[in-house]
Structures are given as C-alpha cells and as structure tokens.
C-alpha cells in the first residue's frame, strides 16, 4: 500500500548514490544498514531488499521525516528513530547516539546520515564488518573523510555526479563492480 502521495522529490544532488549503492547491494547477500533515510535510497532499498528477504535497517535522527517512510516496514525492513537532537533538527546534538545503533555485520552500510561529522566515526565502526561502505557525499571536504577512507585495502569514487560516492571495503575489490 503506498502511503505519502504526491510528495515532492528532492534535489537530484541526493540521489547521487543510487547507482553505487545497488551496486553494492546486488554484489553481495547479508543486511544491510541505512544510515540516513531518503527519497532516492529508502523505497528502492525496501522493494529490492523485501524480494530478496534479506533484512534493512533504516535509522534516521529527524523523527517526523523517518515517519513518511514508516509505510515500507515489513518482516524484512526495520526503521529506528537516533534521537541526537533535542529538537528533531539541530538542538543539544548528541552524536554518540549513533553508537547504540546496527551493532552487528552488515553486507552493506550507507553512510549518508546526520550531523554530517559522525559519519567517519562510522565509517571506521564498521571498517572490519562490512564487506562494503556507500558514503555519499565524499566531495565534501568538511566531512573530512579523507584520513578513514584511504586506510581501506579497497576504494572507488563513483564521479559521474558532481556530488561524489565512494564505496570503501577490506573484503571486497569494490573497482571491480564498475568493470
């Protein structure tokens, strides 16, 4: 049943991902964990994920935006609300929330989550579990992913986009995928 009809799709820039990501997915068969809700990421990650039975963490620190997508849970797609911020947004951030949340192996993590400064601090939690890490957005230098993402054995940056992802693994020769 489709649910939150006639919303607006967001900037093209967010959907950057898309490719890189099913690729990691169709390129490897265990959980996956979905940093960071989206337009461009959540369904499709549902749909194809349900029809394979293999199970979806979604985790998101805006309440109110994890709710539009609340419709797609199922026996195989989980969804978590991290309360970091006070206020759904930005107030009294608590970042460190993150750390109680997807502690386990992951065939797949999505790094595409707020506030924008964790995500390396996650990207080294899962470096030695999962076979591979989507982080989107890796032209952005205040992110400062550079120092966590050159210590993987393997890394490929997807450019097509102007808003760069790059799938890092210590298992998976992740070049390969874009043979």
């Given at each position: 049943m489709q649910k939150n009809i006639n919303r607006e799709l967001g900037n093209p820039n967010y959907g950057t991902h898309m490719v890189p990501l099913i690729n990691?997915?169709?390129?490897?068969?265990?959980?996956?964990?979905?940093?960071?809700?989206?337009?461009?990421?959540?369904?499709?990650?549902?749909?194809?994920?349900?029809?394979?039975?293999r199970k979806l963490l979604s985790a998101d620190t805006d309440l109110k935006w994890l709710s539009l997508f609340k419709y797609l849970e199922n026996d195989y797609h989980d969804f978590e609300y991290v309360k970091v911020y006070d206020d759904d947004w930005s107030l009294n951030p608590k970042p460190e929330k993150w750390n109680n949340i997807g502690?386990?192996?992951?065939?797949?993590?999505?790094?595409?989550?707020?506030?924008?400064?964790?995500?390396?601090?996650?990207?080294?939690?899962?470096?030695?579990?999962?076979?591979?890490?989507?982080?989107?957005?890796?032209?952005?230098e205040s992110y400062g992913y550079e120092p966590i993402i050159s210590q993987f054995k393997y890394q490929y940056v997807y450019k097509i986009y102007k808003t760069y992802t790059t799938l890092v693994s210590n298992f998976i020769d992740v070049s390969k995928l874009f043979e």
């Open positions: 990691a997915i169709m390129n490897t068969t265990g959980d996956v964990f979905e940093m960071g809700c989206g337009d461009y990421s959540t369904p499709l990650l549902h749909y194809i994920l349900t029809k394979q039975k502690n386990k192996n992951w065939s797949v993590v999505f790094i595409d989550h707020r506030p924008g400064e964790r995500r390396k601090i996650d990207i080294e939690r899962f470096k030695n579990t999962a076979e591979i890490i989507v982080v989107h957005d890796t032209d952005v």
